[in-house]
């Protein structure tokens, strides 16, 4: 989750246990400006307290202005990150989103998840997950010499259900483990996916497609009065030469051509 440089300033300075008086004694910036730059209506602030705070703070520039999430080792050397160059390629790339991959790998639970891995990959249990069957397969050989029980009998079923799946077991232990940080993160960014903002495209998308799919509805006019919603433009006060040319800019979308959309469809 992003901080503003609002409470990137404020968590540093906790952290730190100083008040802003203490602050201003340490930096030599006044009480009254620190308080500026961590309150909700900051505008600004000068490259002097910028470069100021970050040096007091051990931080990089570049994290007080919300510009990289890297606080604690700013001159990191990549090569002791012992990254491969297809995994850099893939970070500066852009097709996933970094911020939550680091949520992913900080997460408490990701060292197991890793371990278990491991032990998949490597095969690691293969020799554990063959003896323990072994003995299974050893029992219920002596049971069936023994007593020839039928393929129904309870207890040599119980034989049968513990003999294990090593591949489907330790893929199931993966996804357990999967599923539990999936669901923390989910659980950590609640709050990112409720919070819808008020001008939303989606609910005048929806009202554009309720207007066309109605009995009595124009579908081109539903979706040219869905251009003029975003932006921002009166429909009814545009002249018959300015509709005109909506109409022709708006061709040149899939608006006009299908203004309903198809389930299961893009």
């Known amino acids: 989750m992003e901080l503003s440089i609002q409470e ?22 006044s009480k009254s400006a620190l308080g500026s730059y961590e309150a909700d209506d900051f505008k600004d602030i000068s490259h002097y307290a910028l470069i100021k705070l970050a040096k007091f703070y051990g931080v990089t520039a570049e994290y007080l202005l919300g510009l990289s999430e890297t606080k604690n080792h700013p001159n990191a050397d ?39 891995l491991e ?38 079923r119980q034989l049968v259900t513990a003999h294990i799946d090593e591949d489907s077991f330790c893929r199931h232990v993966i996804q357990q483990d999967i599923n539990k940080i999936a669901l ?24 554009a497609v309720d207007e066309a799919a109605s009995e009595d509805g124009d579908p081109e006019q539903a979706s040219l009065a869905f251009i003029c919603k975003r ?20 061709e040149k979308s899939d608006l006009l051509k299908n203004p309903n959309p198809q389930r299961g469809r893009k």
């Open 231 to 250: 932006l921002k433009l009166n429909l009814k006060k545009l002249s018959e030469d300015e509709v005109k040319w909506l109409k022709k800019i708006a």
């Open 8 to 29: 990137r300033l404020k968590d540093l300075r906790v952290e730190r246990g100083l008040t802003l008086e203490q602050l201003a004694e340490q930096t030599h910036l």
């Open 184 to 207: 923390d993160l989910r659980e950590a960014h609640r709050d990112d996916f409720f919070s819808v903002p008020e001008d939303n495209p989606l609910k005048g998308f929806l009202q």
């Open 78 to 116: 990549l090569a002791d990150l012992r990254l491969s160059d297809d995994m850099i390629e893939l970070l500066k790339s852009g097709l996933v989103d970094n911020s939550l991959l680091c949520e992913l790998a900080t997460h408490p639970d990701f060292p197991r998840l890793m371990a278990d």
């Open 119 to 156: 032990i998949y990959v490597n095969g690691i249990a293969t020799k554990q997950v063959q003896g323990a069957n072994a003995i299974v397969d050893a029992v219920s050989a002596t049971i069936m010499k023994r007593h020839n029980p039928g393929l129904t009998d309870p207890q040599l």
